[in-house]
């Protein structure tokens, strides 16, 4: 068994993390906070820890939220493979963490009637003359967010020539610094071309917002308050509500599970299938009129 410490063991594993599976800087923070917890609780001894003293562990988080609790699990199994994997331990006590289930909250989404009030209130702010900058703003946004299921943080750091009216994509760089294709459509072009009108050739993003780029929570903002003003409740709606949209009315359309799952940047597919939910009529529909035995009753 490794000499080594458990501070010294969670750098390199993160190390790890970073290098070969491409994990977010989010990803890491949180497997960092997980493991340094359980190192505390544990009186340092993470790395050398067997079967009974992770069951003892995992017996302390039984007031956390499910979802934690499969966080925290998850981290803790995949130390403990490279670990093992690393010639660290002979063996791999991952097994005696708790196993608490998916239990994936199903994603907030939005009806075609929630959208088209959305863009009715951007109609409307858009047929005033003269026109608002923020407001060309703001139909910017919101039709990139709908549009092409863009996340919160890829959308406001988007370069200030990262749109070209000319191509009908963009390719943005999301989690883990994995690259995409995103397709743009020609209202989502038409938009940003207005709003880049009273952006100054001088800035380097394409939202602005003093030294920097627009921030999450404003545009969290930005959102709320056209959801207020379109009539739908505030509370249902937010930038990744929009992106999650994005990709279940696609999915009711009739999209492949694949391509959405390539159009969102998701690395797993397991990711893009929570959304398979809103999308039960159709499936059955494809089933029924797809498969022989569907045909012939």
Partial sequence: MTALSDH??????LEMMGAESGAARNTLAAYR??????????DRGLAAADAVALQRLGDGWTSLARATVARKAA???????????????????????????A??????????????????ALAERLARVPVAPLDLRLAALVELLYGSGLRATELVSLPRQAINPDR??????GK???????????????????????????R?????SGTAHLSRIRLYQLIKALAAEAGVPPDR?????????????????????RVVQTLLGHADIATTQIYTHVAGDRLREVVETKHPLGRKS
């Fill in 204 to 208: 380097p993003w394409l939202f602005p």
């Fill in 168 to 173: 009908p994509y963009t390719i943005v760089k």
């Fill in 75 to 101: 981290a803790l199994r995949r130390f403990y493979a490279f670990l093992a994997d690393e010639g660290h331990r002979a063996d791999d006590p991952g097994a005696a963490l708790p196993r608490p289930g």
């Fill in 8 to 13: 010294a063991l969670i750098d390199r594993f």
């Fill in 33 to 42: 906070s997980d493991l340094q917890l359980a190192s505390a609780t544990l």
């Fill in 237 to 257: 709606v937010s930038p990744h509500v929009l992106r999650h949209a994005f990709a279940t009315h696609l999915l009711e359309g009739g999209a492949d599970l």
């Fill in 103 to 120: 239990g994936r909250s199903l994603p907030k989404t939005l009806s075609h009637a929630d959208v088209d009030r959305l863009f009715s």
């Fill in 176 to 202: 883990g610094g994995r690259e995409r294709l995103v397709p743009l459509s020609d209202r989502a072009r038409a938009a940003v071309a207005a709003w880049r009108a009273h952006v100054a050739d001088d």
